[in-house]
């Protein structure tokens, strides 16, 4: 029987990084290690390593853990930043690719990565051209299999974590999302757990490439994960 895939989680406070350790709570194909700022809540059942360090240590911290894939889920919003445009991008562009790079050297085959429906590097909207740039970023640095994962409004709890007006989106989502028909499917809301588990379903694959996925994509490796 073949190790169990050593996988890095990063943004491991966030809806899907909390979604990802709870999926993989008995799960014995899987070995979870956090890397965060700060310390983070576990689910119950959890057993895995949590390393702390400030961002400037992550590059040592990553080297020691020598994962074999990487889940990211690192990400803010422009009001927790102040409106700050600078420091929005600092987290969910610069700090993915710095971490990614990191992982790469270290030895990692593969990275799924957290990103949006619309990431576009020339859409108008800043939001989405940063998760674009992070997107293209990504794809130059070499790894075996790259997965991104385009979902549209995350659902579920977030820890510490007030959104109000992702809040009242995803208890309006249900109704909403009935008009979503054919193309536009991609836009439909989303379980955070569903895009935790199609991360590490895709964290086992073998097969290299570059694979973006969306809504109806995510349900299906989240179906597989839960298979087993």
Known sequence: MSDPARILVLGVSGLVGQQVLTAAVGRADVRLVGLARREVPLPPGARMEVHLAPVEGWAQEIAAIAPDAVICALGTTLAKQGGDKAAFAVIDRDLVLEAAAQAKAAGARSFAVVSSVGADMGAKAFYLRVKGEMEAGLAKLGF???????????????????????????????????????ERRKYRSI?????????????????????VHHHDEILRLSARWQRG
């Open 191 to 211: 379980r955070g757990a569903d895009v935790a588990m199609a991360a590490l379903q895709c964290a086992r694959e073998k097969a290299p490439g570059r694979f």
């Open 144 to 182: 075996a299999r790259l997965d991104i994962f385009r979902p549209g409004l995350l659902r579920g709890k977030r820890v510490d974590d007030a959104r109000l007006l992702e809040a009242m989106g995803a208890a309006l989502a249900p109704l909403a999302d009935l008009a979503l028909q054919g």
